[in-house]
């Protein structure tokens, strides 16, 4: 197997202080320390904002068992990759089983199907030979970077993929330096190898610049390479030496990512930190954890416990382990095996699964609870007050929401919900846009009907200046060479900061490169992508909090075509707004007063009459002759409602619709969003 660098070369270029010097954590004001652990001594890595900790153990728990997570930038090829990890481990019965089952085998959501991306962390088991290997599968969009952080808990090593073409990205740093600052063993894979301007030499040095820029140890930067194509299922120690299958790969796993260690096996000593929870209708609530020290039995007296709090005791009433793509039942279970437990309702992620024997007198301590970044984005989600509410919902009260965000809570360790001073809405904070959309969206689906205020970004205050500070993100957009212009003119209207410009390949694309505030960043994607005409691609990460700036940021320079009655929408109404702008309502919709139907031309908002009629004459119908020329209204989708409405709007969402309307409590119109 091919080693990317030799330890001593590493050491050269890094030096033993490098290699161990305290480390800025970006999005924190903190700094974690690394010390030189021995090979028979446990160690502790913790921050002091999250008190988080990894334990290594010091022997070894099961020679037998690979724990890894697959992490990555989004689109880079994780999920695909994994699909072929499975259809090469025997899990299908045969060919035609493997083909009906798809490309996407882990994406089973619906929203992650339809947006093309993985939204949940998922768990596998595979056999190569003897050994299991538990694969975690991860999101690659920096929304549901909560994800990575929560499955890294289980994993003692992870297989980093980078595409070949565009190498490393933002998203990349942010989960690689998850992994190296708790320990892990890191291998890298140069994914979609197959595509024609492929070059692996270029990323990889690009991989192995981000190790020595993320601080990493002389250990964790002697990386071992694999070169592959997921959609090929194929892998091989060189990128013109691909053998028929991902062999080459699963070897790698088993001799470069670590068995799992404890500290000792005795049954009295059980720690297994939950982190996930599934629901069967059957079981009940149900665990997933792995476990760090000790065995656990089927049947057993069990706690679970967080430091200072109360224990919840009961007794394991089924006992599972990862089995392919399912689970199977066992009797006992030991450390350093991924575990999905029942017999506790109460189950919160963070908890630590102790053992109860003997009334817990000999019971170890809990671990210290999953520690996850702070949100940077919240949302208002209340009870929707329109005149066109509760006609197709079947979820409309305050107490059935309210269930609804706090249910979601157990899953979800990176959003946050507040009550607020109305007792109808509540504020929730997550990782970004996209992450508070993916949960309305999934409540949309479920029957909610809801009324969304417009994503505000969360400010703090900084504990050593005092000073006001707001998030900001890390940006790079990919664009033709004849769209930067629009690009960076965006860019400076949104109070952004140039880091880089240059030109990525022969391709002719350019990549620009901005630090932006997290408030500059809201409604962007959709006036890039306008001003690209669809040709950019852009990605961002969160970078960190800093002094905020002062004003508001314009966000859209065009008011909206606001409806001036009650009523339905005519062909003869429509036909004559339409000159104002464009509209995003047809003919025979619903609308009311206030409500958004367009947007306009100009800055400001402007009524107009859709509902109007010709007058009827003896000559013909009112409607007769007049649908010529409606031009058909824009598709909204919901991220892109988000994006659109200002300060000062509202929207509304039903299971089969959205609309936008000036929020009546305001009163007043905007001539642009500001924020």
């Known amino acids: 197997m091919k080693f990317y660098l030799s330890s001593m070369i590493a050491s050269m270029l890094l030096g033993s202080a490098a290699a161990f010097a305290p480390m800025s954590f970006k999005g924190a004001a903190s700094t974690q320390m690394f010390s030189d652990v021995a090979e028979d001594e446990p160690a502790i890595v913790m921050t002091d904002d999250y008190k988080s900790a990894t334990i290594f153990g010091s022997q070894v728990a099961d020679e037998k068992i690979r724990n890894i997570a697959v992490i990555a930038h989004v689109d880079h090829g994780k999920t695909t990759l994994v699909d072929a990890l499975i259809k090469q481990s025997g899990v299908f019965r045969d060919s035609a089983q493997a083909d009906e089952a798809g490309t996407t085998i882990m994406d089973s959501n619906d929203q992650e199907r339809e947006r093309g991306i993985t939204i949940l962390s998922k768990n596998l088991a595979v056999m190569r030979g003897d050994t299991k290997i538990n694969i975690m599968d991860t999101p690659g969009h920096a929304d549901f970077g909560g994800e990575v952080e929560r499955v890294l808990n289980m994993a003692d090593g992870v297989l980093l993929v980078v595409d070949s073409v565009e190498g490393p ?17 890191a291998m890298v894979v140069v994914n979609k190898i197959d595509r024609p301007a492929t070059r692996p030499e270029y990323v990889v040095d690009k991989a192995f610049d981000l190790f020595v820029e993320l601080g990493a140890t002389d250990e964790q930067t002697d990386f071992k390479v694999v070169y592959a194509s997921g959609i090929q299922g194929k892998a091989g120690d060189e990128p013109d030496d691909l053998k028929e299958d991902l062999g080459p790969l699963f070897d790698a796993i088993l001799e470069g990512i670590p068995a799992p260690k404890c500290d000792t096996k005795e049954p009295e000593t059980l720690q297994a930190l939950i982190s996930n929870i599934d629901y069967n209708e059957f079981k009940g609530k149900m665990g997933i954890a792995r476990i760090t020290n000790g065995y656990i039995k089927a049947g057993q007296a069990i706690a679970l416990q967080q430091p200072g709090m109360k ?9 599972f382990v990862f089995d392919n793509l399912g689970q199977k039942e066992v009797e006992e ?26 009334n817990g007198n000999d019971a170890a301590e809990p671990l210290p609870p999953i520690a996850v970044e702070q949100p940077t984005v919240r949302m208002t989600i209340g009870v929707n007050k329109s005149p066109l509410a509760g006609r197709e919902g079947k979820f409309l009260t305050s107490r059935m929401i ?24 509540y504020m929730v904070s997550g990782r970004g846009q996209l992450h508070l959309t993916v949960l309305i ?7 909610f009907e809801l009324e969304v205020g417009p994503p505000t970004v969360i400010y703090k205050d900084n504990e050593e200046t005092g000073a006001k500070e707001e998030p900001w993100e890390s940006v790079e957009v990919r664009v033709p060479e004849e769209y930067v212009g629009g690009v960076v003119d965006l860019f400076n209207m949104r109070k952004g900061e140039l880091q880089d ?11 620009v490169k901005y630090l932006v505030p997290t408030r500059g960043m809201l409604g962007l994607r959709s006036a890039m992508l306008s001003a690209s005409r669809g040709t950019a691609i852009i990605d961002s990460v969160f970078d960190s909090y800093r002094p905020a700036i002062k004003g508001a940021i314009q966000a859209r320079d065009k008011g909206s075509l606001l409806s001036f009655a009650d009523g339905s929408i005519t062909s003869f109404g429509m036909e004559g707004a339409q000159t104002r702008g464009k ?11 206030g409500m958004i139907i367009g947007i306009h031309q100009r800055p400001g908002d402007l009524e107009v009459n859709v509902c109007k009629t010709k007058a009827l004459t003896n000559m013909r119908s009112a409607t007769k002759g007049i649908t010529t020329g409606i031009t058909a209204p824009i598709e909204m989708s919901l991220d892109a409602c988000v994006e659109y409405i200002a300060a000062d709007e509202l929207l509304e969402i039903t299971p089969t619709q959205f609309r936008m309307a000036k929020n009546p409590e305001m009163g007043k119109k905007s001539k642009g969003r500001g924020m």
């Not at 309210?402 to 809405?425: M, P, W």
């Not at 509209?583 to 007063?593: E, Q």
């Open 583 to 593: 509209l995003m309502s047809g003919v025979g919709a619903d609308v009311y007063k």
């Open 169 to 185: 990205k933002p998203q990349t740093r942010f989960v690689l330096d998850k992994a190296l600052k708790k320990g892990m063993t």
């Open 501 to 511: 410009m240059g030109i990525e390949g022969d391709e002719g694309m350019s990549i």
């Open 333 to 358: 279970a030991g450390a350093g095996d991924i575990i999905m437990f029942a017999g506790i309702d109460d189950i919160e992620i963070g908890d630590t699964l102790i053992t109860n024997e003997n």
């Open 441 to 447: 969206e999934t409540m949309r689906r479920e029957g």
């Open 402 to 425: 309210r269930d609804r965000l706090f249910k979601e809570l157990d899953r979800n360790v990176a959003l946050n919900v507040e009550e607020t001073e109305s007792a109808d809405r």
């Open 311 to 319: 224990k919840k005791t009961g007794r394991v009433s089924k006992l």
